[in-house]
T-cell receptor, first 114, second 113 residues
Framework: DAGITQSPRHKVTETGTPVTLRCHQT?????MYWYRQDPGHGLRLIHY???????DKGEVSDGYSVSRSKTEDFLLTLESATSSQTSVYFC?????????????FGPGTRLTVL | TQLLEQSPQFLSIQEGENLTVYCNSS?????LQWYRQEPGEGPVLLVT?????EVKKLKRLTFQFGDARKDSSLHITAAQPGDTGLYLC?????????????FGQGTTLQVKP
């Protein structure tokens, strides 16, 4: 257990509304990641962070923004949700001292955009 | 664009059978991870392979990293219903120390009793 929680765990929203998902970790990990998981696509990286206020884009970043104002929290925001953003979102951390970029995942947030 | 092709995408077998899942790419990876995911949960790390040709065993699961570090396989011996789940491979990409991973599409395994 890497001490990762995600909130909310489930959310239903309407097209055009803003949505913020939260990832919280308790072990002071530097690297944090946001992924989305869709059938047939595995997990795809949205954004990642390598420290407080240090973030960068992943392969599917359009329509998403992130913020990291403190080490323990990494927020993912959908400024204006669209139906194509219906997905399961996972947060992950990279454990310190690991060889090979091992990541540990939170329980996920299921988002439905109507 | 770097891709990881995972096959097969679906596998339904009887308890006691053996199976192999493949993960292939044209790119070289510095390391490769295998994860297992159950419904409603996040992926859980099974193993990391780093060296070309490396073989690791985890009980009835055998993981191999290709000599050129472009491919990997997961072999399960005498599968059990408890092995049912989604298996994902992931390769480390990018320059520097970003820790970014690229994932295969996943293999859904169903083991029938």
């Amino acid at each position: 257990d890497a001490g990762i929680t995600q909130s909310p765990r489930h959310k239903v929203t309407e097209t055009g509304t803003p949505v913020t998902l939260r990832c919280h970790q308790t072990e002071n990990h530097r690297y944090m990641y946001w992924y989305r998981q869709d059938p047939g696509h595995g997990l795809r990286l949205i954004h990642y962070s390598y420290g407080v206020k240090d973030t960068d884009k992943g392969e599917v970043s359009d329509g998403y923004s992130v913020s990291r104002s403190k080490t323990e929290d990494f927020l993912l925001t959908l400024e204006s949700a669209t139906s194509s953003q219906t997905s399961v979102y996972f947060c992950a951390i990279r454990s310190r001292g690991t060889v090979g970029n091992e990541q540990f995942f939170g329980p996920g947030t299921r988002l439905t955009v109507l | 664009t770097q891709l990881l092709e995972q096959s097969p995408q679906f596998l339904s077998i009887q308890e006691g059978e053996n199976l192999t899942v493949y993960c292939n790419s044209s790119s070289v990876f510095s390391s490769l991870q295998w994860y297992r995911q159950e419904p409603g949960e996040g992926p859980v790390l099974l193993v990391t392979v780093v060296t070309g040709g490396e073989v690791k065993k985890l009980k009835r699961l055998t993981f191999q990293f290709g000599d050129a570090r472009k491919d990997s396989s997961l072999h399960i011996t005498a599968a059990q219903p408890g092995d049912t789940g989604l298996y994902l491979c992931a390769g480390a990409i990018g320059s520097g120390n970003t820790g970014k991973l690229i994932f295969g599409q996943g293999t859904t395994l169903q083991v029938k009793p």
